[in-house]
């Protein structure tokens, strides 16, 4: 049987990292510019920042000051306990001025590991590979991952190595971590097919077998990934690849587990990630399953 799927937003344009903390589901929405959180059923919607260079990866630091990105100005911003908004760091001389920041993994120190775009996707410029980079507490920036294909959505495992969608890679990289946050080499954690050649986008998609995006982890280490060409939350196995998927009427883009159980996967929707077409209109959507206990 289908698991039913229930509308937990709507009304907006684009969501992006689902995330829940202190028993609320936190979201992103892009092209609105707000962070909004809401209680596990969606109501008690709060608009958490506002933040006019679009917001993308949400996280926390140990002292629970809210880090958000800033995409298009390549910053990752922190939330101060008064609510004001101050640059935590500048990525722009890593990543490119040109270039747009994306999803966000914050650990328990309160290390950011940050990727981005790597190329001017919405206007399909020509496929480049990326760097990863680690924001330290102290807002200090380092490359620890080189040569990606479209880093985005991140996982921590319970063996401490950090997982890496690539969603224009047709794989999940794994790499461990080392004391002081740096990144061991890469491997392969799930892999769908070959790295498409490129560099022409147009010739990139049509070797995409699955385009891994926003991502979150169970509690057994398997990994529940948005197919971000799919329309389709997959279930994946390390070293076996998808073991079992949950379709979907549209485009879905990100996913997190939360809820009162920690059983709800809440699931970002959308017609597509078309920029020219998100930003004119309100069809975004967050939506929940419920997922079967662990055994």
């Known amino acids: ?3 039913e799927i229930k509308v937990v937003l709507e009304g907006y344009t684009y969501f992006e990292c689902p995330r829940w903390h202190e ?5 992103s929405d892009f092209y609105s510019y707000q962070v909004v959180s809401a209680s596990e059923d969606g109501t008690d919607v709060r608009v958490e920042a506002k933040v006019p260079g679009q917001p993308s990866g949400l996280g926390w630091l140990p002292d629970g000051r809210l880090l958000v990105v800033s995409m298009r100005d390549q910053k990752i911003l922190r939330r101060e306990p008064d609510g004001e908004l101050v640059v935590h760091a500048d990525l722009s001389n890593i990543v490119g001025a040109d270039i747009n920041v994306n999803d966000m993994l914050v650990d328990a120190q309160g290390r950011a590991y940050v990727g981005n775009f790597g190329f001017d996707l919405m206007n399909l410029a020509q496929v480049e590979t990326a ?3 680690r924001v330290d507490p ?4 380092h490359v620890v991952a080189r040569d990606l294909h479209f880093p985005n959505g991140m996982a921590l495992t319970t063996t401490g190595e950090l997982l890496v969608d690539e969603t224009l890679g047709n794989r999940i990289s794994a790499f461990s971590i080392e004391a002081d ?4 080499e890469r491997r392969d954690w799930a ?3 070959e790295v498409p050649g490129g560099p022409a986008m147009e010739t990139t998609l049509a070797e995409i077998v699955l385009a891994p995006d926003g991502c979150c982890i169970d509690g057994d280490d398997s990994m529940w990934v948005a197919d971000a060409l799919g329309g389709r939350i997959v279930h994946v196995a390390e070293g076996v690849g998808v073991i079992g998927e949950i379709a979907f009427g549209s485009g879905v883009f990100a996913c997190g587990l939360g809820g009162s159980d920690g059983r709800t996967l809440f699931v970002c929707a959308a017609p597509d990630f078309n920029e020219h077409a998100r930003k004119i209109a309100t069809e975004g959507k967050l939506l929940s399953i419920r997922l079967e206990p662990l055994d």
Do not use: H, Q, T, Y
């Not at 028993?23 to 979201?27: G, L, P």
């Not at 946050?181 to 061991?184: D, P, Q």
């Open 1 to 3: 049987m289908a698991p």
């Open 23 to 27: 028993n609320r589901i936190w979201v």
């Open 131 to 133: 760097d990863l980079v």
């Open 138 to 141: 102290d807002g200090s920036v």
């Open 181 to 184: 946050g740096s990144l061991g």
């Open 191 to 193: 892999k769908f097919g």
